[in-house]
């Protein structure tokens, strides 16, 4: 029998995971317990959740076996791939699957998986539009993600499908803040034109997963969205213009040029940032702010998390 308090958390030493799991001992005043599943339980970042009280277990989402034994009496499973471990979208299709297997087999009463659309709805393999990518993708770490979605549902799982947005994290850890150009000012590089982009708070998705599995079986059987803020290029750079006390300015450039800068991935971005300045109508529409708020009161705008982030910045 399942224990309707505890959420096994895929991925808890990560960035999605790992802000669900702080949710969960952060809000204890709702009762629920996290599992956090990882694959090497003797890692620091393991350790270190063991250390505060937080029941770990071993679990590989390349292994069914581990998975279903890590479900196991589980109320809620938050489920997470990686695909910047791997950059292999069959892969990530592989663990989705391990993942729906296991928490069907575990009898978990309801999962959020975290997805992202499969942009070859919107811009199929034959449009030229941006390039195919891997033979048979547009947007490699979207569309596995969007992909797997029916995995859940075949399995039977009780499935909430839960988009997520840009990390404003990645300013940070990716590579992506201010940079220093040729004129010596600092600049944030983007192929978004004038056009929004909806971001968040890596924390913040495990706040607002928190309010998915509080909210019972309300979200069950649908896809939701969710966003800390809708901003354009010019809005970021202002507002670390403001936060850093040095100008930032943004600096558009074209898909084309961004998927041309060579690092890995730089061609899934710059599809990426393309389908989100193409279809931006839908891509902030189907990420609700006040929706997102009212699953977290304390969702950090981007000004927020600049304030409390700004010292971690790298700038060039």
């Known amino acids: 029998m399942s224990d309707s308090k505890i959420i096994a958390v ?18 204890s005043g709702q009762g629920f317990r996290a599992r956090a599943i990882t694959r090497d339980v003797s890692s620091p970042k393991a350790l ?6 937080v029941e770990v277990v071993a679990g590989d989402v390349d292994d069914e076996e581990s998975l279903a034994r890590a479900f196991d009496g ?3 499973a938050f489920c997470v791939t990686f695909y910047w471990a791997h950059f292999s979208p069959e892969r990530e299709l592989a663990n989705a699957g391990n ?3 296991a928490a069907k087999r575990a009898g978990v009463p309801h999962v959020i998986w975290s997805t992202l659309e499969d942009t070859r709805h919107w811009v199929p393999l034959t449009d030229d539009r941006m390039p195919t990518l891997m033979e048979k993708y547009k947007v490699p770490h979207f569309d596995a993600k969007g992909e797997a979605n029916h995995l859940f549902a075949g399995a039977g799982v009780p499935t909430t499908n839960l988009l997520t947005s840009f990390y404003w994290d990645n300013f940070i850890y990716f590579g992506m803040g201010p940079k220093k150009g040729p004129d010596g000012r600092l600049a944030i590089t983007l192929p978004m034109g004038n056009e929004k982009l909806p971001g968040i708070a ?5 706040n607002c997963a928190l309010g998915v599995f509080a909210a019972g ?4 059987g649908k896809t939701i969205g969710i966003s800390g803020g809708h ?5 970021m750079a202002a507002a670390f213009t403001k936060a850093l ?5 943004y600096n558009s450039v074209a898909p084309e040029v961004y998927r041309g800068f060579g690092f890995p991935g730089a061609d899934d971005l710059g599809n990426m940032f393309q389908f989100n300045r193409d279809f931006h109508e839908y891509y902030c529409g189907a990420r609700s702010l006040e929706f997102s708020r009212g699953l977290n009161p304390e969702l950090q705008n981007f000004d927020t998390w600049l304030a409390r982030n700004r010292h971690q910045i790298p700038l060039d």
Do not use: N
Request: net charge negative.
């Open 202 to 206: 890596a924390e913040d998705i495990g």
């Open 99 to 101: 993942m729906a297997k």
């Open 231 to 235: 901003l354009t290029g010019e809005e």
């Open 245 to 249: 006390g040095r100008e930032v300015i």
């Open 10 to 27: 895929v991925g808890a030493t990560g960035a999605q995971g790992g802000g669900l799991v702080r949710a969960i001992r952060k809000q």
């Open 74 to 76: 589980a109320g809620g």
């Open 48 to 53: 270190e959740l063991a250390a505060l009280g």
């Open 217 to 220: 079986d309300r979200y069950i």
